[in-house]
């Protein structure tokens, strides 16, 4: 994990400088909050931890709801 200290209103680039993927910008502190601005494309997905769980979570439920199941193929038949 890399920590990296940034004052209101610094950036933190991600990827490539001349061509990254995306950027991280501190928009405002206050007090024990920080307002972090995130400019990705749309392409990339960006979640807060408790809904990227949410998301494994029903991803996994959802593989769980399988009915029936493949069985290999027999040889002949």
């Known amino acids: 994990?890399?920590?990296?200290?940034?004052?209101e209103g610094e950036e933190v680039v991600?990827?490539?400088?001349?061509?990254?993927?995306?950027?991280?910008?501190i928009v405002a502190i206050k007090g024990d909050?920080?307002?972090?601005?995130?400019?990705?494309p749309r392409t990339v997905e960006v979640h807060r931890r408790e809904v990227a769980?949410?998301?494994?979570?029903?991803?996994t439920e959802e593989g769980r709801n399988v009915i029936g199941s493949i069985r290999p193929a027999t040889e002949g038949g």
């Open 1 to 7: 994990m890399l920590v990296i200290t940034r004052r």
């Open 53 to 59: 769980d949410q998301i494994i979570a029903n991803a």
């Open 33 to 40: 909050r920080v307002r972090v601005a995130f400019d990705f």
């Open 14 to 25: 991600i990827g490539d400088p001349a061509s990254p993927i995306g950027v991280v910008r």
